[in-house]
């Protein structure tokens, strides 16, 4: 008869190997029943099943003892055609009730451990390495770094360690490259989930006091920067016991910071640089605004905001800055009229100026006016870092700027010259400051000794120097006046000097002359004399003419003289 059994083998590899096996027996005559197991008072038979099984897929448990589970019945009974008095007996099997009928077996593995509960004690230590990165730098820069190498050394100071194996929790935005190992020590990676790479070590075990030593790269080029930190999270486990008390050692916990590495720059321009302003400037140079009598200067500032990385600007401000009026209690001059961020990216504000036409009242006092031309000479600066300066803030908040990206401000204004007329400078200067900002709560840092994060752009208003027509007259007007007096001060001033010139000299002359001139040519003399006053300008002159007549007077003596002699002797010759 041949009957048929199954034999359930439980090896830990993945549930139980059911097997079905024949066994042939032969069938002797006997007489009675035939007994079962062994028992019984007649003869019976006998089978005896061998099956050797061999597992040719990796065992995962090595703990884990294998079972082995025969289970048999008997199989369908077939009756000769041998002629019987009494109906043919049927076999049976003797069992238990309530029992299954099949045999069990287990085989354990061999350990060979030093303690009673063969506890493993698994060691973690890790370190964190940046590519291209100095090992002092104690942040993961978004876009400079392309991978991170997790250097890892697990060692075991229990018992031997079955199915060790380590385990990394990473963020979903890294991706496994590979495993490193200096030498080829049995260590095998698989990633299981996105987040999730489990590797195993030293299979099937790892022994007493060994210790492995491998790297884990992953990519960083996709990070994002949405979290804060980057962890990893690395477990070690094995299929020993291990003791609550060295359990601490096998979880290992490295993190490093996600920032963003920024270089920032900004700079700017200014249209036009200088402008000329005055009453006898032209008004078409101006524009004139709906229902107001102001004459404005247009002015067009861009700024542009620049990011050489090497990560993503997440968001940055821009602070622009405008002197806006000329003394602490003046009034406003600009009026921002439009500004525009580039790829609509961005927006800005700033405070509106509620009156921006504003025209000084004149002074009255021609003299005041007279005097604030004359004294029109010089230059003024306006800064904002003045201090006591009343400025124009524009803030604007811009988005992300990637790598190599630039972002443009352009603001257009109006400048009142209505203001500017009414100081005393030829030449006003004024200096507008702009600076970026980064926002450290979004984790961003500035390179160090990088592109400056502020610029300064400058424009100048000139004045003319023209003052008004009737301004003119008076000028004319009072120069004449004062030319007069000036004039009548100086020949005052020349009377008294030759006055006194002409009384020394006259003293002078008298005594020299004392002897030889009579009192009637004294006289003519003195008339002579006045004439000449009258008629010299300068004392040069007047003592020219003291020496000629004074040589005429003494050959007039002379000759006077010798006709005296003469007729003198004619007198007594008679």
């Known amino acids: 008869m041949v009957e048929k059994s199954m034999k359930q083998v439980s090896a830990g590899f993945g549930g139980p190997l059911d097997e079905w096996v024949e066994l042939d027996k032969q069938r002797e005559s006997a007489k009675g029943f035939p007994a079962m197991g062994g028992d019984g008072g007649g003869g019976g038979t006998a089978g005896f099943l061998e099956s050797q099984e061999l597992s040719k897929r990796r065992v995962q448990d090595v703990i884990s003892p294998i079972v082995f589970e025969a289970a048999y019945s008997l199989g369908t009974h077939v009756n000769g055609e041998e002629e019987r008095e009494l109906p043919a007996l049927t076999p049976v099997l003797r069992w238990k009730k309530g029992q299954k009928i099949a045999q069990k077996n287990q085989t354990v593995f061999e350990r060979n451990c030093r303690s009673e509960d063969c506890a493993a004690d698994l060691q973690l230590r890790g370190k964190l390495l940046l590519s291209s990165v100095d090992e002092k730098t104690p942040y993961l820069a978004l876009g400079a770094v392309k991978n991170i190498s997790l250097n890892v050394s697990i060692s075991n100071l229990g018992d031997d360690a079955y199915d060790a194996n380590v385990s990394f929790n990473v963020s979903r935005e890294l991706f496994f490259i590979n495993m490193w190992q200096k030498e080829e020590m049995g260590i095998s990676c698989e990633l299981l989930e996105s987040d999730f790479l489990k590797c195993s070590v030293g299979f099937p075990f790892m022994r ?211 203001i500017l007329k009414e100081d005393s400078s030829s030449v006003i200067q004024f200096m507008a400051r702009a600076k970026v900002k980064v926002d450290p709560a979004l984790q961003v840092v500035e390179i160090a000794n990088g592109n400056p994060e502020e610029m300064m752009v400058v424009f100048e208003a000139l004045h003319n120097l023209e003052p008004r027509g009737y301004v003119v007259g008076w000028i004319i007007a009072i120069s004449l006046l004062v030319g007069i007096l000036i004039f009548l001060l100086l020949a005052v001033l020349l009377w008294k000097t030759s006055q006194q010139l002409l009384a020394s000299d006259v003293e002078e002359f008298i005594s020299n002359s004392q002897d030889y001139v009579s009192m009637t040519e004294l006289c003519l003399a003195q008339v002579e004399l006045v004439s000449a006053i009258i008629s010299c300008v300068s004392r040069q002159e007047l003592m020219g003419f003291f020496r000629r007549r004074y040589k005429e007077i003494i050959e007039a003596e002379k000759n006077r003289k010798e006709n005296e002699e003469s007729w003198d002797w004619v007198q007594k010759n008679q």
């Open 208 to 418: 007493s006091k060994s210790k492995y030593d491998f790297s884990v790269i992953f990519d960083t080029s996709h990070l994002s920067g949405e979290e804060e930190v980057l962890s990893f999270i690395i477990t070690a486990h094995s299929g020993n016991v291990e003791r609550s008390e060295a359990l601490l050692d096998n979880t290992l916990i490295l993190t490093v910071p996600l920032v963003h590495e920024v270089d920032s720059s900004i700079s700017g321009i200014v249209s036009p640089t200088s402008f000329v302003y005055g009453e006898s400037v032209d008004a078409s140079n101006f524009i004139q605004l709906d229902d107001l009598e102001c004459h404005f200067q247009p002015l067009n500032i861009t700024i542009q905001v620049y990011n050489t990385g090497p990560s993503t600007l997440p968001g940055s401000s821009v602070s622009i800055s405008f002197p806006n009026r000329l003394s602490p209690g003046g009034a406003e001059m600009f009026q921002v009229q439009e500004m525009v961020v580039g790829q609509e990216k961005g927006n800005c504000s700033f405070q509106k100026n509620p009156t921006p036409c504003i025209i000084p009242q004149e002074q009255e006092n021609i003299f005041h006016t007279i005097f604030a031309f004359f004294t029109k000479s010089g230059r003024k600066v306006l800064d904002c870092e003045n201090p006591g300066m009343s400025c124009l803030i524009i803030h604007c908040n811009l988005s992300a700027l990637t790598k190599e990206e630039s972002r443009t401000i352009d603001v257009y204004m109006l400048l009142n010259t209505e």
